[in-house]
């Protein structure tokens, strides 16, 4: 384990925001956990844990130890009449597992294809895309506990999944996660009624490929490159309202989406109420909101972290202002 002092993160987030961290260290390998647990409590020291930096806005120089997840291994540890188990150390990055889950033969994670970062942070914020979530193909997980250095076992009930939520992401950086289970059925268990995914598979016979290869059509047609254009996906969560809530508001906004939540709750399309407020396509400074997709936030090229923060409260500002609604950030902002 070597920890570096004063260095660029530029490469390490994808809004590709040049900020740097007073020190910083690259895990590799799961035997230097303990090394590290050692040092994090014997320093003085704030720290954060990094997987892709795809969740992540950097607003200035981090003063702390920044510690970026690396480690590698997948494989299938168990088989059941109904489902495979596979195993997946937090460092690998979530595409190329899904596309190499589909290469082995499972199926399950492919409405999930695409979505950048790193499998550890996946849990945080329960990823989901295309009507499928993370808690729908999990099992358990394995993380430390900085304080203490223990290894907890966490079923699927204590990661408290929600909406682009969990236990972890109310305990920042207070466990480490270490690896998956995840937990693929072995019936197929399609989801395609979701936004155009039939129109981008064409005729041929269903697959977890035929699938993720479509999902990963519309999200290139949707979304921007984080290679090409600094962005962090999806800006602000989809606010969940009351059904009364709900009925007031479409008394003057006839056309505010509505899906159906849980029990008396909806949800409304986050890009829909910035829309309306005349976002899309504004620049702030460096920072603008894309021209195609009114939830995602990009760096122009040289924007600080400071002014897409600055540009995300000025539409949490407009979109309470106009609905009444208070905008909730997706990313960790820092
Ligand atoms: C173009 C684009 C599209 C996206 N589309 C989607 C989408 O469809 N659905 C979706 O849900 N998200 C989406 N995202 C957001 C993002 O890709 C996911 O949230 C992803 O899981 C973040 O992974 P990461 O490794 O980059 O996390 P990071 O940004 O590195 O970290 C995110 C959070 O997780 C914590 N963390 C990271 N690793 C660990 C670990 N091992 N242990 C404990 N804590 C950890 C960090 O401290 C931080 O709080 C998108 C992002 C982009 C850029």
């Given at each position: 384990m070597q920890i570096q002092k004063n260095i660029s993160l530029k490469t390490y987030n994808s809004f590709?925001?040049?900020?740097?961290?007073?020190?910083?260290v690259q895990i590799n390998h799961s035997d230097e956990f303990p090394a590290l647990i050692e040092w994090v409590n014997q320093h003085d020291l704030p720290f954060i844990i990094l997987g892709g930096g795809s969740n992540i806005l950097f607003s200035q120089d981090y003063k702390g130890l920044v510690i970026q997840i690396n480690t590698k291994g997948k494989q299938c540890i168990k088989e059941t009449d109904s489902d495979y188990f596979i195993e997946v150390s937090a460092g690998e990055n979530w595409h190329?597992?899904?596309r190499?889950?589909?290469a082995q033969g499972y199926a399950g994670l492919e409405n999930l294809s695409l979505i950048p970062g790193n499998v550890g942070a996946a849990p945080i914020q329960n990823i989901g895309a295309y009507g499928v979530e993370l808690t729908d193909r999990f099992d358990s997980l394995k993380a430390i506990?900085?304080?203490?250095?223990?290894?907890?076992?966490f079923d699927k009930a204590a990661c408290q999944f929600s909406y682009r939520d969990s236990f972890f992401k109310a305990n920042l950086d207070q466990y480490l996660i270490q690896s998956l289970v995840l937990k693929l059925p072995k019936s197929p268990d399609w989801r395609i009624n979701y936004?155009?995914?039939k129109n981008?598979?064409?005729s041929q016979p269903l697959s977890a490929k035929l699938i993720s290869d479509a999902i990963i059509k519309l999200r290139q047609k949707?979304?921007?490159d984080p290679?090409?254009?600094?962005?962090?996906?999806?800006?602000?969560?989809n606010p969940i309202l009351s059904q009364a809530q709900m009925d007031l508001l479409r008394q003057q906004h006839a056309s505010m989406p509505s899906y159906h939540y849980a029990d008396d709750q909806v949800k409304t399309s986050a890009a829909w109420l910035i829309d309306k407020c005349g976002w899309k396509g504004k620049s702030h400074a460096q920072a603008a909101v894309y021209a195609k997709h009114a939830l995602v936030l990009i760096n122009k090229g040289a924007a600080t972290g400071a002014e897409i923060r600055q540009l995300a409260e000025m539409i949490q500002a407009s979109v309470h202002k106009k609905f009444g609604i208070s905008l909730e950030a997706e990313p960790r902002i820092l």
């Open positions: 590709s925001i040049d900020v740097k961290a007073a020190y910083f190329q597992l899904v190499w889950t589909i506990k900085i304080s203490t250095g223990e290894l907890k076992h936004e155009g995914i981008k598979m064409g949707k979304l921007p290679n090409e254009i600094g962005n962090v996906g999806s800006f602000f969560k």
